[in-house]
C-alpha cells in the first residue's frame, strides 16, 4: 500500500514539453503523435497490454551494479522475431512506446531517482536476421521499434552509462551504419559490440576496465553466475505487482460503475413539483432517504 502511494499513482514523463498544458498532463493527454513523444504514464492507470508486451517483446530491469546502476536488458533477437505477434494482440506503436515510457519512469522514478542516475543497457541481438532488421521489412512492427528509439532519444538520451549489443552476428556492421546515425553522438561513444560465445561476453561485459558489470550482476546465459532469473528480479516484482494492483483496482471500478442503478422515471408528483421544475430531486431537497443514493 505504502510503495504504491509513494511510487505508483502519478509517476509521469519528466521531460520538458510533453504537455503543452498542466490541464493536459493531468487528463494523461499526449501532444502531438503518442508514437513519437513520450506520453505521460500515470502508472496507477490500466495497462491492459503489459504482460502481452513482456512476453512477446522481452525485456528486464535486472537489479543494480555495485554502484547502484540500474541494469536493463533488452532480448531484441527475440523480440523483432514476435512483432507480428505483438501487432496480432492488438498492440501497435502507440502502445508499444506507452509501455516503454510506463517501464523508463518506473525505473528513473522508483529505482534509481536520482537525477544523475545511469543505467547499464544490453542489447541482446541472438536470433536477429538480416531480413528483420532491413528497411521497412517488418511494417508495422518495425515502426514500434523506431518510436521506442524516439522516445529513447528524445527523453532518455542521457541515461545511459554504458551499452552493450551482445551476440551481435558477423553482418551486423553493416545494418550497424544505418542504425548507428540515429543516435546521439555522446550515445554512440557508449556503445560496445561484442559478438557471440561465453568468450566474446565475459571479455567485454567483465572486464573491469571499461565496464562496472561483475559476475554475479548477470545470469549465465550472458556468461555471469548470478543466480536471479530474468524477469525474476524484485525491480520486476514489484513492477508487475504494482500494473496487477492497478488493472485491477480498474477492473473494479469498471464493475461499480456497470452494478450502479439506472435512474428511474419520475413519478407524477415528482414530476409536478417545484423542484422537478429545477432539475433536481424532492428527496434532494428535503434530505429525504432518497438522497443516500445520490453521487
Known sequence: EA??????????????????????????IPT??????????????????????????????????????????????????????????GVGPAELARHYTLTQEFLWSAVAPQPDAKAVTIFDMAGVTAGSLAAGGGGAGVDAVRAVMAICQEHYVERSLQIFVVNAPFWFAMPWKAISPLLSPNTRKKVSILGTGKSALSFGLFDPRSSPLRVQDLPPCYGGTGATPLGQSTEELELKALVLNANECHRQKAQRVAEQPMAQPCSASTADSPAADRGGSPAVVSGGAGGAGVG
Open 3 to 28: 510503495y504504491l502511494v509513494d511510487h505508483l499513482v502519478k509517476l509521469k514523463t519528466k521531460s520538458a514539453g510533453t504537455f503543452e498544458t498542466a490541464g493536459q498532463a493531468e487528463a494523461g
Open 32 to 89: 502531438g503523435d503518442a508514437a513519437g513523444d513520450a506520453a505521460a504514464v500515470e502508472v496507477g492507470e490500466a495497462q491492459p497490454f503489459f504482460f502481452v508486451v513482456k512476453k512477446y517483446y522481452p525485456h528486464f530491469i535486472h537489479g543494480k551494479t555495485l554502484n547502484g546502476n540500474p541494469i536493463y536488458i533488452e532480448q531484441v533477437g527475440a523480440a523483432l522475431g514476435n512483432l507480428e505477434s505483438l501487432t496480432a494482440r
